[in-house]
């Protein structure tokens, strides 16, 4: 069945009915290629652990959806990958990418928050994608790449390209991709000659060291997939979040009321409207029964991690917002060897940025009718637009 543009304008209501029928169905994607979608808590859950669904396109069938294709240097990331190369790269850059490094960027990210609001004043209407939800991931993943204060603006503006196409400019994300690559080939040069205490200059050396195993395009790829996981995901992560609770009051007030449950209450938040509608595209290697239904090998099976986030046979009334849930278990970040690398990070400035948001304001509410925007995707759920108003007064 042909579902595209209804997975784009109402993803849940598609699942809810595509769940209540048979766990699996065969759809078209939106290059017009087959898929076979999967809805059911159970089974996406064992999908996601099962080792016959490959993520290495070398096991793909002509014909199938096959996602994102990139160039051959920045395809070698861990999204394409299945052990051991997955094993081994994930290890070599877990070296760099440590609870350590996340923990200390706590009282930066904290800061960055509070400049980033401090700009806003104290009243005002703003889209707090462009000034919030966007700017204090980026910031964050150019301040842990190392990308030089001077380069930002272009940064920002390639990223941009790419979470949100220009429809007026339908080269615009190729070119940015194209930019990227030209800037991080000159970057990765400057850090091998002045390394510094970062990310990359930490990959570098993983890359650089007699026990590396990373090559040139294996290094670039991650780059890239860290760049587009720390910052898309989290933007979306943050945006959602913020929509959320401004639909909600009395959670909002909770919240107000005990700002020590927003660490916990980013589990429900991301269950209910996490950034990934679907985990990244696997073809089996082998033929599969899944939920009853035969998949042949070859063929490409999407893992929705919303719909399995909303099974009423894994959380009760699942559709409903609930800070007291215990979500624990929820698929939004993954499960098992592909469990998202970058998920601690994006989980930290989750919380900072609602409890620094909280903070400041004591008034917050959508700014009219027109006031949110979503990107037009299958694949992820993240707000383009999130016109809010706000006010830092005393309440009455």
Not at 11 to 26: A, E, F, I, K, N
Not at 94 to 109: C, L, N, W, Y
Not at 131 to 150: D, F, K, R, S
């Amino acid at each position: 069945m042909d579902l595209a543009d209804d997975l784009i304008t109402d993803p849940y209501g598609v699942y809810d009915r595509l769940r209540t029928v048979s766990p699996v169905h065969q759809v078209t994607g939106t290059d017009g290629r087959p898929a076979w979608i999967v809805t059911r808590y159970a089974d996406v859950r064992a999908g996601l652990a099962d080792p016959r669904l490959s993520l290495d396109k070398a096991n793909a069938l002509p014909g199938n959806y096959q996602g994102l294709q990139l160039p051959p240097a920045l395809d070698a990331n861990l999204l394409n990958m299945d052990p051991p190369d997955h094993t081994r790269i994930r290890r070599l850059v877990g070296r760099a990418f440590t609870s350590r490094r996340v923990e200390q960027m706590r009282g930066p990210i904290r800061a960055l928050a509070d400049k980033l609001l401090d700009a806003l004043g104290q009243t005002g209407t703003v889209d707090l994608i462009s000034a919030y939800a966007a700017p204090l991931p980026v910031t964050v993943i150019c301040e842990l790449l190392g990308v030089p204060q001077e380069r930002r603006g272009d940064f920002r503006g390639w990223v941009q390209a790419l979470i949100a196409p220009d429809p007026d400019r339908p080269t615009a994300a190729r070119e940015a991709v194209v930019a990227m690559m030209h800037f991080f080939t000159n970057l990765v040069a400057d850090k091998r000659q002045r390394p510094e205490d970062d990310l990359l200059s930490s990959l570098i050396a993983v890359h650089d060291g007699q026990d590396g195993r990373l090559n040139e395009d294996e290094l670039m790829s991650l780059v890239f997939l860290i760049l587009n996981a720390g910052f898309a995901n989290t933007v979306q992560l943050i945006g959602n979040a913020i929509w959320t609770l401004l639909r909600h009051p009395d959670q909002l007030a909770a919240l107000r009321a005990d700002p020590s449950r927003i660490a916990g209450a980013v589990d429900e938040l991301v269950r209910l409207e996490g950034p990934a509608l679907l985990a990244i595209r696997r073809f089996p290697t082998e033929e599969v029964t899944i939920g009853g239904v035969t998949v042949p090998a070859g063929q490409t099976v999407l893992l929705s991690l919303s719909a399995a986030n909303r099974d009423p046979d894994r959380f009760s009334d699942p559709d409903r917002l609930d800070l007291e849930r215990d979500a624990t278990g929820h698929l939004a970040l993954g499960h098992g060897i592909h469990y998202c690398l970058g998920a601690p990070l994006a989980r930290v400035e989750t919380e900072i940025a609602l409890a620094a948001l909280l903070d400041r304001f004591s008034r917050l509410a959508l700014d009219g009718e027109e006031a949110v925007a979503w990107r037009p995707s299958m694949r992820s759920r993240g707000l383009t637009r999130l016109g809010v108003a706000y006010h830092s007064g005393a309440e009455g």
